[in-house]
C-alpha cells in the first residue's frame, strides 16, 4: 500500500516468502501433517467460501462467476485440490519461488517510502506516472 509506514519492512517479507515458507514447509506443518497444516487448509477454505452472503451478495457473486467462467465444478475442484494438500506440496512451492529467474516487485510508494528502501539497500527502479 501506498500507504504502508512499514515499506522496506514489506519489501523484505515478500523477498523472503520463498525461505519462510519452506522453513515453515519443513518444521511446522511437516509435523505428520499436523495441525499447523489443518488450520492452513481450512484457513484456505474459509477465504474461498467466506461466510454466509445476502441473497444481494450471492447474485453478485454468481454475476462474478459467470463473467469470468467459473462453474461451481472448476470451483469444487480447486476445494478438492486445497483439500489434499501437504507438507510436501508447501516445500514444493517454496521451491519454485525460489528458483524464479526473473523476479519483480511492483509498488506504488511515497517518496519518504522510495528513500527508507534506497537507505536499506533495497534497489529500485523508479518509473514515475502523471
Known amino acids: 500500500s501506498y500507504r504502508d509506514p512499514n515499506f522496506l519492512k514489506t519489501l523484505e517479507a515478500y523477498g523472503g516468502a520463498a525461505d519462510s515458507l519452506f522453513e515453515d514447509a519443513s518444521t511446522s506443518l511437516a509435523d505428520n501433517n499436523g ?62 519461488l525460489n528458483n524464479w529467474k526473473y523476479i519483480s516487485t511492483a509498488s506504488i510508494t511515497s517518496q519518504s517510502g522510495l528513500e527508507e528502501a534506497a537507505t536499506g539497500g533495497m534497489n529500485l527502479n523508479v518509473v514515475s506516472v502523471g
Not at 58 to 86: C, H, I, K, P
Open 35 to 96: 495441525p499447523a497444516l489443518t488450520k492452513a487448509i481450512i484457513g484456505a477454505i474459509g477465504d474461498m467460501d467466506g461466510s454466509a452472503i445476502s441473497t444481494r451478495g450471492l447474485g453478485w457473486a454468481s454475476l462474478e462467476r459467470w463473467l469470468s467462467g467459473q462453474s461451481a465444478a472448476m470451483r469444487q475442484n480447486f476445494r478438492d485440490e486445497v483439500l489434499a494438500t501437504t507438507a510436501e506440496d508447501f516445500t514444493e512451492f517454496a521451491s519454485r
